[in-house]
């Protein structure tokens, strides 16, 4: 009867709408109603319109612990006034609270779309959260317009936007869990388990993994963390980050439980009877932490505590669980175990069938460079090479490394320094912290030709730090090794298995002559650096920065962005000619070294007469002494054309006087006279 009177007195018709079983009675037109006109149409028996097109509000429709802790703890945070009402629909086994929570829609804001919740299945980070924007209900309680706050137009387009969505991509492959079991489990789990960090992090990605809906379980894991457990806001956060992963399933927890309570653990195995599947598990996904199985060879690898690729046989693997073979032999015949098919180094490739060593940079950030520790080291660098392209180059090189580490530079870096303490090994020393595992330092160039190579399995660049003459010994191997593309791994009584090279090299002496460089050579650059040894204060200065992750971000940012060339070059420098004169055959460093013998007494020198000095003065010298006479005369009449000439008894050459000869020689090769032109008169001239 009061229905009726209503409708009457507001010129309202009213129709039967039946809502979850029930029939009501709304007044036609509801919509319509302001919100004092709702509260005034007061009758027990009838459906309270609260919501309307006049006064535009938002109702948050809580329907578990999660969606109502996340809206108290979000009015809090924000500030805002908390009004709400009990929800009268229906209930459900999974709905643990009911409530509505009301605020105001911001002015001249469009609620553009009408939200209905999530039915019952948990958001992972609201919760089971309805967006209500058109509600009619059973109405106990008045509301005042006045009491309520105006939601924020973020949290209201975050809501909006991304409820829906998620919960569709979130839940639609779920399948229903027992949560008392995981539960249980949790309980079994020391404190320590959540006032550390890691594992309190594990523990909520082995839950997450598990399914969505345990993050109820999740949060109350969390408050045995005492002081650091900062609210459901927190762990929601924590949740939406964790990604769904394989990695860390139940076994894993599992294997927490029984180190914490074995007795507990066993007695929540044969209440869930999962003892046998749930121990092999455990220990499956400990031992998949390090090995793996690599199809194209059929063994298996893991790194050691050194960082180095190790890998076993099948029978190896079963020495080594001598203590459980039984599992060992179960997870050598699992098909699912961790496998791929080969191994290999390749930057910027996520071929899942790959183990692939690299695995990105340690510093790979955007934070802003701090220009002044930045500047320290580029001092140092200005320093050491002093000329502009030299630098540059230096720069190029490692900037590229870190650029486009899929690429080799193709060109070695060789610095020498007669002086100790020079700083030059300092500087390396700040690349190899930003390439960080992906090198490889060696103290003997033979090092590089060893049969077994594991070392080198996954290295961006090889560091050889004080190398001797012996380079001149493997210069043909160290030329294949700088450009080459492929490279056998090899360990002892293991297959060798073949990857992409990446490597480049930089090389440190303090011997002048430790490489034979070619004239024709595009391999090498060569750099000298003639400076005294550094003072040290600025040693010290160097060495703290060395430790400084500031500053190793903001070199690591500088290398990656600066512009660097489509091609490095292996220029000439002064030491490189140097090198290549000292590295020519014995005959031509003969004539320019002793070009008084042959030029102070004009007279013909034959090439037989030349081939016998040339052996003598090669022995005398310790230079290879083993060329042909062909050889020779190939190549001296290359040097020396114009002085070559023919005769009735034979070719022979005939070089011009001292002073001449000096200036001729001078402009052709100066890296080889180190006479002083003022000394070219001297009478002391041994004779021929």
Same mark, same amino acid.
């Given at each position: 009867m009061e229905i009726k009177n209503f409708c009457f007195k507001n010129n309202l018709s009213f129709i039967p709408v039946t809502y979850?079983?029930?029939?009501?009675?709304?007044?036609?037109?509801?919509?319509?109603?302001?919100?004092?006109?709702?509260?005034?149409?007061?009758?027990?028996?009838?459906?309270?319109?609260?919501?309307?097109?006049?006064?535009?509000?938002v109702i948050l429709d809580t329907d578990d612990q999660v969606s109502e802790k996340y809206v108290r703890n979000k009015i809090d945070e924000l500030k805002l006034n908390m009004v709400s009402t009990k929800s009268n629909s229906n209930y459900y086994d999974h709905i643990m609270c009911k409530k509505h929570f009301w605020f105001k829609v911001p002015e001249n804001y469009k609620v553009h779309k009408k939200c209905h919740g999530s039915n019952g299945v948990g958001h992972k980070i609201f919760g089971c959260l309805d967006i209500l924007t058109d509600i009619a209900e059973h109405k106990e309680e008045i509301l005042d317009p006045d009491e309520m706050s105006v939601i924020p137009e973020t949290w209201?387009?975050?809501?909006?936007?991304?409820?829906i969505k998620d919960v569709k991509s979130d839940h639609k492959n779920d399948v229903e869990i027992n949560k008392e079991k995981y539960t249980e489990l949790l309980n079994i789990?020391?404190?320590?388990?959540? #006032?550390?960090?890691?594992?309190?992090?594990?523990?909520g990605m082995i839950l997450k993994n598990e399914s969505n809906e345990l993050l109820d379980a999740y949060d109350v894991f969390s408050k045995r963390g005492g002081?650091?457990?900062?609210?459901?806001?927190?762990?929601v956060k924590r949740w939406d980050q964790f990604k769904n992963s394989g990695d860390l399933k139940i076994g894993t927890l599992c294997l927490m439980a029984k180190e914490d309570d074995e007795k507990k653990f066993k007695k929540w195995q044969a209440k869930y009877k999962t003892s046998n599947d749930s121990e092999?598990?455990?220990?499956?996904?400990?031992?998949?932490?390090?090995?793996?199985?690599?199809?194209? #060879?059929?063994?298996?690898?893991?790194?050691?505590?050194k960082g180095q690729l190790i890998f076993k046989s099948k029978q190896d693997l079963l020495l080594d669980y001598a203590h459980d073979v039984d599992f060992a032999k179960k997870w050598i015949a699992d098909i699912n175990k961790r496998s791929y098919n080969r191994i290999d180094f390749i930057p910027n490739n996520n071929d899942p069938k790959v183990y692939n060593l690299f695995s990105g940079f340690k510093y790979n950030n955007n934070n802003p460079i701090n220009h002044t520790k930045l500047k320290?080291?580029?001092?140092?660098?200005?320093?050491?090479?002093?000329?502009?392209?030299?630098?540059? #180059?230096i720069l190029d090189w490692f900037s590229w490394i870190r650029q486009r580490p899929e690429r080799k530079t193709e060109k070695s870096l060789v610095i020498y320094s007669d002086n100790h303490g020079v700083g030059k090994n300092t500087f390396i020393q700040f690349f190899l912290k930003i390439i960080d595992n992906y090198y490889a330092k060696i103290n003997k160039i033979e090092d590089l030709s060893r049969q077994f190579n594991s070392q080198l399995a996954n290295k961006l660049l090889v560091y050889g730090d004080e190398i001797t003459c012996k380079a001149k010994d493997l210069r043909s191997d160290l030329k294949n090794f700088i450009t080459q593309t492929e490279i056998n791994i090899e360990r002892k009584n293991h297959d060798a298995v073949k990857m992409k090279d990446l490597t480049n090299y930089i090389f440190t002496s303090n011997s002048a002559n430790a490489f034979f460089i070619e004239p024709s050579d595009r391999r090498f650059i060569l750099f000298e650096i003639d400076k005294p040894k550094l003072p040290d204060d600025k040693c010290n200065e160097l060495y703290k920065l060395l430790e400084d992750n500031e500053m190793l971000e903001s070199l690591d940012t500088y290398l990656k962005n600066r512009p660097i060339p489509d091609k490095l070059t292996a220029y000439m420098t002064s030491y490189k000619k140097k090198l290549?004169?000292?590295?020519?055959?014995?005959?031509?460093?003969?004539?320019?070294?002793?070009?008084?013998?042959f030029s102070t007494i004009p007279r013909q020198w034959y090439i037989d007469e030349l081939f016998e000095r040339a052996i003598v003065y090669a022995k005398s010298h310790y230079l290879e002494s083993t060329f042909s006479r062909d050889k020779m005369c190939k190549d001296l009449k290359t040097e020396f054309s114009e002085h070559f000439k023919h005769g009735k008894k034979g070719?022979?050459?005939?070089?011009?006087?001292?002073?001449?000869?000096?200036?001729?020689?001078?402009?052709?090769?100066?890296?080889?006279?180190?006479?002083?032109?003022?000394?070219?008169?001297?009478?002391?001239?041994?004779?021929v």
């Open positions: 979850k079983g029930k029939i009501y009675d709304p007044p036609k037109g509801w919509k319509e109603f302001s919100l004092d006109e709702c509260n005034n149409y007061d009758d027990t028996n009838k459906m309270g319109f609260l919501i309307d097109t006049k006064n535009k509000f209201l387009e975050e809501l909006m936007d991304r409820q789990l020391k404190d320590e388990r959540a #006032t550390n960090f890691k594992t309190w992090i594990d523990v002081s650091n457990y900062k609210g459901i806001a927190d762990i092999y598990i455990s220990q499956k996904e400990e031992l998949e932490k390090e090995y793996f199985y690599l199809k194209d #060879t059929s063994c298996f690898g893991y790194y050691d505590s320290i080291f580029l001092d140092l660098i200005d320093y050491l090479f002093v000329n502009k392209e030299d630098v540059d #180059t290549i004169a000292q590295c020519l055959p014995a005959y031509i460093q003969m004539v320019y070294c002793e070009f008084r013998n070719n022979y050459y005939l070089f011009p006087d001292v002073e001449k000869f000096y200036k001729y020689l001078k402009l052709k090769r100066p890296e080889l006279m180190f006479v002083d032109e003022n000394d070219i008169d001297d009478e002391n001239v041994e004779e």
